[in-house]
């Protein structure tokens, strides 16, 4: 009967009799024509898909001709009543999937092992074991050496039987991909489970399994890994190896302990644990689920390679006790707990982690720390941010190594002095707190101003005073809030300078025992009246506010001595001061007072006074009356010239009277000192009578323009001051004839100085000039010319026009060589060349200079001294040293300045007579320069130290007459 009429569905009564059909067997014809329909039906799709679906039959036994479905690549025989599949399965070859689950079959023919089959599900069966031929199916395959010797199947499902064992021959199954085996009676997995390279996924749930054997960590292509309901007590640390399981179940066993290894499995997307009576994760990892558990054993198995441990978001109410077993947890050196539920932390939290630098506890609900936290000696970094302290934790104060402290969005209302003990605090986080104390002000500075601060108060009652100076505080510093400070009302000296206070706080008028109060630099705009009922203040400091009046009352305040008001907004002196009869001290700078009331004098006790930047363009005469006045400030005002009163007090001994708008004195001049600018006026007054005027050391930059309304000066100097240029008015000072412009920082010399015609002394020392102009040059009356210590590089010709010159100093600049028009200079009498840069000094300069008394030529790179020099018959002294001399010899050289010339002059000399007498010089040597010299005719060596007579001596032909006595000659030559 053909397979195709398996498509004749709606057929309900079918008729063959009569024909030569090969009957169906009866198991199928006794079900009913429809049944027999639908195994049609079935069959004529396998013709089709080569798929046979033969499943929920109610089959006893297989039907012969499925045998003859040779092209069939998948059997389902699932859910029939089968007790035994016939050995002719094996006809079959080109089976793949064979599928007999939910049947009674309790073994397989041996005969499959001829097959090739892939799939071999077997599940809810009656099988006791896993029937032999199972891993020799597929084996009988030849390959180029042979039979392979292993099975073709690569999934097998022997699951819900009563299976006791792994299959045998299972290491010959090295095929297997998926191995199902739950719900049996398996009481041990076997080492060769390793073996199965191929193996992804592997079910063995609901068995008796005791142990699992270390090898499954060699199973690396797992995906999927079930022992959940087994005996299991431990769990191999291995399978941390399987990285790529994606699904991982032990739930329902014995185990106490997850292996740290399982951090690993960072591909696990599903883990199922329940059912175990687990110590290590901790219940709240365990109760976040598997990937939490994970995630928690990644951390601590991280840690002990970083050192760094992170429990961050695990919804911790306390904190695992299984880190505290972990050999790592000593070398821990970071520790997060970031963002957990933690209410407190266990005291025996920091007994091991020795180590450890930073600790974040952040985001908790903690409210204290234990005792230990002490012994974190190594701790840097404290995050506390985010929890529910009201206070700081007193422990907090013994981690001095702290630099970095957050206890940021808590509820602290204070931070206490204690907190400066943390020396090493560098990051101090604390915003999000209801913090009162210190002041806003304070908190917004930064961290060294706030410990400045708490430092003032701590330090207040054990000095006697507090200095709260430059915090921007608008309000009375709160000491009641600082460790219960009652002492606040008993500290004698309060400074509360440079801050942002507008009104004179009312707490300072409870302060009975204040002998000083500085509120200096503040915005304090009137004066409490209150004020003046501190009985003991001596000193009230108020400058730079904006006060514009005082209290009628000031005058109580009998005892104080001080009164400072500098910089303020008084438009009149405030006469309320003149009251104070016992005031030592007044000080009214930077206001805007335009005169001095004549009661100032009732201040009889007044020792300084300052009214210094003011308007003032007098003072009253009966300042004078101040008989006890030391000091008096009145710079900086408008007064045109000094008040008679100061000149009828010479008991003053400090007199700032500059920068006022006084006639004939500069305005540089006015900067002075009050002392330098008397001593000017009255030099500038000296000079107009006796024509001299000297203003030497008066740190003066510009030259004076008031010394030009001096007439008929005859001498002026300003040396020693820092004066660049000369004026032009120069030229108008005719009768001039001394000018020390020495010490000062010149770089050049105005034309003006030819109109110096009776200059006969200019002195130009220690100043930058780097070269003499011609204007010097015409100053034909003088006599002597000093420019020393500067920086000349050359000398003009046009210097030879100083014929009365006879001094001239160039000692000490840059010169390399000298005209020889110098020569002109037949007047001169000394002449400093010294600690220059000369190579040669000529003959045709020095001859004409007869008159020279004093030469110093030392500290140049002369090569030989010129025997001109004999020509000097006035030298009285000589410096030659620290030149590069050759000529005259060292020999000579040595002798002193007194030989070396009576040498010169000797060798001069026999230029013209031809007599050379050089007796009683301490010779040793014949002079190697007087080789050249043989027109000698009288030699006269007599009285030296001659060893023996130079060869040169021979062929001196005119000589008529040699002298040797007294030498230490062996022999003539």
């Not at 601590?300 to 695992?320: G, H, K, W, Y």
């Not at 210094?612 to 007098?618: D, G, P, Q, V």
């Not at 045709?844 to 030392?858: A, W």
């Amino acid at each position: 009967m053909p397979h195709a009429l398996g498509n004749l569905s709606a057929i309900v009564d079918l008729q063959l009799q009569g024909n030569k059909i090969e009957p169906l067997e009866n198991e199928i014809l006794e079900k009913g024509r429809n049944f027999v329909a639908r195994f049609n039906v079935r069959q004529y799709e396998a013709v089709k898909s080569n798929v046979l679906d033969l499943s929920v039959l109610a089959l006893r036994s297989i039907p012969e001709r499925v045998f003859q479905s040779f092209a069939v690549t998948n059997l389902s025989l699932a859910n029939n009543m089968l007790t035994e599949i016939p050995p002719e399965i094996h006809h079959l070859t080109n089976l793949v999937v064979l599928d007999v689950s939910c049947n009674f079959l309790s073994t397989l023919p041996v005969d499959m092992a001829s097959m090739a089959l892939q799939r071999l599900l077997m599940a809810e069966n009656k099988l006791i074991t896993v029937p032999a031929v199972v891993h020799e199916i597929g084996a009988w395959k030849k390959t180029f050496k042979g039979t392979s010797g292993i099975a073709s199947v690569k999934e097998l499902d022997v699951s819900r039987n009563r299976v006791i064992s792994l299959p045998s021959g299972i290491e010959k199954m090295l095929m297997l991909e998926k191995l199902i085996l739950d719900n049996n009676k398996i009481n041990a997995l076997t080492y060769v489970i390793g073996v199965l390279s191929q193996l992804q996924v592997l079910n063995v749930a609901f068995n008796e399994i005791a142990t699992v054997p270390t090898e499954i960590g060699l199973c690396t292509a797992l995906t999927e890994l079930f022992l959940d309901d087994n005996k299991l007590l431990h769990i191999p640390g291995s399978i941390g190896n399987l990285t790529q399981l994606r699904l991982l179940g032990f739930s329902n066993n014995a185990i106490t302990t997850m292996p740290l290894s399982f951090s690993a499995l960072t591909r696990v997307e599903r883990l199922y644990s329940d059912g175990n009576p687990l110590e290590v994760p901790s219940h709240d990892i365990r109760k976040r689920g598997g990937m939490s558990m994970l995630k928690y054993m990644g951390a601590v198995n991280m840690s002990v390679d970083t050192n760094v441990l992170s429990l961050a978001s695990f919804c911790l109410e306390e904190i695992p006790r299984e880190i505290f077993v972990y050999k790592a947890v000593t070398a821990l050196t970071r520790l997060s707990l970031l963002d957990n539920i933690l209410t407190e932390l266990p005291e025996d939290i920091c007994e091991r982690m020795h180590a450890l630098c930073v600790l974040d506890l952040s985001r908790n609900l903690l409210t204290s720390l234990p005792n230990s936290v002490t012994k974190l000696v190594q701790l840097t970094t404290l995050y506390m941010r985010d929890n529910r302290f009201v206070h700081f934790p007193w422990i907090l104060w013994s981690l001095t190594g702290l630099e970095t402290l957050s206890v940021s969005d808590n509820s602290v209302e204070a931070i206490p002095g204690e907190v400066m003990k943390l020396k090493k605090l560098e990051s101090f986080q604390f915003a999000g707190n209801p913090i009162t104390f210190p002041p806003p002000e304070v908190q917004m500075q930064d961290l060294p101003t706030m410990f400045k601060y708490l430092g003032c108060l701590e330090d207040a009652f054990a000095q006697k005073a507090c200095y709260v100076k430059s915090f921007g505080l608008r309000n009375f510093p709160q000491f009641w809030n600082y460790q219960e400070s009652w002492w606040y009302d008993q500290i004698p000296t309060l400074s509360l300078k440079d801050n942002s206070i507008r009104v004179i706080p009312p707490e300072i008028v409870t302060m009975s025992s204040l002998t000083e109060l500085m509120l200096d630099d503040n915005k304090i705009e009137g004066v409490d009246p209150a004020l003046c009922n501190l009985p003991f203040l001596t000193n009230l400091q108020l400058n730079n506010n904006k006060i514009r009046t005082l209290p009628d009352t000031l005058w109580t305040m009998t005892n104080m001595t001080f009164l400072g008001l500098a910089t303020n907004n008084f438009a009149e002196f405030p006469v309320e001061v003149c009251d104070c009869h016992n005031l030592k001290n007044l000080v009214l700078d930077d206001n805007n007072l335009a005169e001095v009331p004549m009661h100032i004098c009732k201040l009889e006790n007044m020792e300084i006074l300052s009214l210094a930047m003011n308007k003032l363009e007098a003072l009253p005469k009966s300042l004078e009356e101040l008989s006890q006045l030391t000091e008096l400030r009145v710079n900086r005002n408008k007064m045109r010239a000094v008040p008679e009163c100061i000149m009828a007090m010479p008991w003053l001994v400090t007199l700032k009277i500059g920068e006022n708008e006084f006639e004939h004195i500069t305005e540089e001049m006015s900067t002075k000192s009050t002392a330098a600018m008397l001593r000017y006026r009255d030099m500038l007054d000296r000079a107009k009578v006796n024509h001299t005027l000297s203003i030497t050391q008066m740190g003066l930059r510009t030259f004076p323009d008031e010394i030009s309304e001096i007439q008929g000066l005859t001498q002026l100097s300003i040396a020693g001051n820092q004066i660049r240029i000369l004026p032009d008015f120069l030229e108008q000072m005719t009768e001039l004839m001394r000018f020390d412009g020495t010490h000062n920082a010149l770089v050049v010399l105005p034309k003006s100085l030819n109109g110096l015609k009776h200059l006969l002394y200019l002195a130009l020392d220690h100043n930058q000039l780097t070269n003499l102009p011609d204007a010097v040059s015409s100053l034909a009356a003088l006599e002597t010319l000093s420019v020393s210590h500067n920086m000349l590089q050359e000398i003009s010709d046009e210097l030879s026009c100083l014929q009365h010159l006879t001094c001239l100093d160039l000692q000490y600049n840059n010169l390399m060589m000298l005209p020889d028009a110098l020569s002109a200079l037949v007047s001169l009498e000394d002449l400093r060349l010294n600690n220059n840069r000369l190579l040669e000094i000529t003959g045709y300069m020095v001859e004409p200079l007869t008159n020279v008394r004093v030469l110093r030529l030392n500290n140049n790179r002369l090569q030989y001294l010129p025997w001109e020099l004999g020509h000097m018959e006035s030298l009285q002294e000589i410096a030659y040293q620290a030149n590069e001399l050759d000529t005259p010899t060292p020999e000579i050289l040595s002798l002193g300045g007194d030989d070396l010339m009576a040498y010169i002059r000797k060798v001069n000399k026999s230029m013209r007579t031809k007599i050379l007498n050089l007796s009683h010089m301490r010779l040793s040597l014949y002079p190697h320069e007087l080789r050249s010299v043989t027109v000698i005719t009288n030699l006269d060596l007599s009285n030296n130290r001659l060893l023996e007579v130079d060869p040169v001596i021979a062929h001196m032909n005119g000589l008529t007459a040699l002298n040797f006595e007294n030498n230490a000659l062996n022999s003539l030559p």
